[in-house]
């Protein structure tokens, strides 16, 4: 079992074994993550990032795109505070990004809500939860076109970036989600929310372990 249909394609070249069934239960948010509750408030376009920085992640080109927009600013959650102040002073950008760590699910969710948009520019995930709970709150995401499985959960919504490593078109996207964003909150069809659904994910893996046991001698 596994997340997503990325994940399953990489998992499938891996092993070359077409007897293998890989199964594509996928991955849900908490129902804390929804478009209503607690919103933060920015004084300015303010854009939000979620996660670690290692080298997939590809922080680098959202931070000289935040440097070509001196209109915006950026929020980043991350348990690597001390190399994102690095990262953050080289680029003269101490006043226009805030750093936050050990955030709970209602704030963070809360910071979703109240965001301009949600950058992803990871060239490689297996999933992307980010995205997901961002979405789930009506934020919509910037990302890079060439990173699959973001852009399964984004659905055709959002701005796919074409480049990976282009400040230009990555600063570009911050206009795109800031006039999207004065439209009013991404909903996503019921569809889409049903497919990301805790209890949802849990029937597909029941059914997979009852097929499974079923099979056994």
Known sequence: MTVSETSATAIAQWLNDPEVRIEVVGNGASALFGPTGDRAHFDRPT????????????????????????????????????????????????????????????????????????LQASTLEGFGLPVLEAMSCGTRV????????VGEICADSGVAVQSATS???????????????????????????????????GERVSRVLSAVSLEQP
């Open 142 to 149: 910037a990302y890079w076109s060439g990173c699959e499985s």
């Open 47 to 118: 854009f939000i990032y979620v996660g670690n920085l290692k080298p997939h992640k590809n922080v680098e080109v959202l931070l000289d795109a935040l440097a070509l927009r001196p209109e915006y600013d950026l929020l980043m959650v991350t348990a690597d505070s001390m190399q994102a102040q690095s990262r953050v002073n080289e680029r003269g950008l101490a006043t226009r990004v805030r750093l936050l760590s050990d955030v709970s699910d209602p704030e963070l969710a809360a910071l979703y809500r109240g965001a301009t948009g949600a």
């Open 167 to 201: 400040p230009e078109e990555w600063a570009h996207a911050l206009d795109t989600l800031t006039a999207e964003h004065a439209l009013g909150p991404l909903i996503m069809p019921a569809s889409w929310t049903q497919k990301y659904d805790w209890d949802a994910v």
